[in-house]
């Protein structure tokens, strides 16, 4: 079987970006595929956010992971600190990385100029570590937005690399990219993409946003002064509600023009409101049935750690033997 392998960060509830972009192709990939999933708690200490805040925020993401319909029966689910492998590796990959390449990524540029106040080290060799995690598992492929295909690269670029001056070591990971949905934009500002640390609530919909809250974000989302649902260029905010629609329905564009043409952009909006909470209403209900049950997913974290560090200690010891390192008797 194809290996696949995804992460995504604790940084609070999943907006309906992560979801579309990657979580829901996670939960339909585990039929068909040996699926390793994630929490990057790693990777969010690139921000710096209260401890207790982020303690609280990972077991909650591992719960919103189950909730979204990863099941730990199928797939390895599990917390990425837990699992030791993936620091030490982090390392051995900032050693393979360049100082050129690392500061062509376009998530540093962008993050960096965000938060000019805390441009950690971290935060510059993340991709190293995000290649890291990757390449322990030997994915074949990795579930992302578009926002990742760069990252991606580099990984490609890292492996090869490696391979090259140690010898065959790491398989070649391809991205996995939804059909519609690895973009989701702001509602707000339909030219940047939806994230959770926008300041404007209005412009994210959370997974965890009840439905008279999705429908008046999507009433409120901005689009333009025509009245024609159609996929065109320049037409930003209804591109972004057309795309959501269409990863959410599997309708396609020209379906979507036909279902609502001669109909004004208020009936639109609400069909993609309703369409969007009937899909995150069952979600909303696991999660809070989950966090109830603290023990399970304690239990969970702690199997899917073992069983990672199981599969990712295989790879690590080939790349320690590979690079020189002495080890241990
Ligand atoms: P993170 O936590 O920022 O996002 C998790 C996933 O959600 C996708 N995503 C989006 N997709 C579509 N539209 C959006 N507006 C949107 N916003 C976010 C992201 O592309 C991502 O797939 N670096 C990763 C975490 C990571 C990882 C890895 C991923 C760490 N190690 C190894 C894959 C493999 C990240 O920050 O994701």
Not at 71 to 87: G, I, R, T
Not at 128 to 143: C, H, R
Not at 208 to 217: A, M
Not at 230 to 249: P, V
Request: glycine fraction near 6%.
């Amino acid at each position: 079987k194809k290996i696949i392998l995804s992460g995504i960060q604790p940084t609070g509830v999943f907006t309906l970006g992560n979801y579309l972009g990657a979580v829901k192709s996670w939960k339909d990939l585990q039929e068909e595929y040996l699926c390793y999933y994630f929490i990057a708690d790693l990777h969010s200490l690139t921000i710096h956010i209260d401890p207790a805040k982020r303690r609280a925020q990972t077991r909650e993401a591992f719960a919103l992971l189950l909730a979204c319909g990863i099941d730990p029966e199928k797939s390895l689910v599990f917390v990425q600190s837990h699992n030791k492998c993936h620091a030490e590796m982090g390392w051995i990959m900032d050693c393979c990385s360049q100082f050129g390449e690392l500061s062509r990524m376009t998530q540093f540029k962008d993050k960096s100029a965000k938060h000019p106040d805390n441009i950690n080290a971290g935060l510059f060799t993340y991709p190293a570590l995000m290649a890291g995690d990757i390449l322990l598992y030997q994915a074949d492929y990795v579930p992302v937005g578009a926002d990742q295909t760069q990252h991606l690269e580099f990984t490609r670029d890292v492996a090869t690399r490696f391979n090259h001056t140690y010898g065959e070591v790491f398989k070649l990971p391809e991205g996995y990219f939804p059909k519609a949905g690895a973009r989701v934009m702001s509602l707000q500002d339909p030219t940047s993409k939806m994230s959770k640390s926008d300041t404007n609530p209005k412009a994210t919909i959370s997974i965890l946003d009840d439905e008279k809250t999705i429908l008046k974000k999507f009433k409120s989302a901005v689009t333009d002064s025509e009245a024609e649902v159609c996929y065109r260029e320049g037409k930003d905010g209804i591109n972004n509600l057309m795309t959501i629609y269409a990863a959410i329905t599997h309708k396609t564009m020209e379906d979507i023009t036909r279902e609502f043409a001669g109909k004004g952009y208020g009936d639109f909006k609400t069909a993609v409101g309703e369409a969007v909470a009937e899909e995150l209403r069952p979600i909303r209900e696991r999660f809070a049935a989950l966090m109830e049950d603290r023990a399970y997913l304690d239990e969970e974290m702690k199997k899917g750690a073992e069983r990672a560090a199981k599969i990712a200690s295989k790879t690590l010891t080939k790349v320690k033997k590979r690079v020189g390192l002495l080890l241990e008797k």
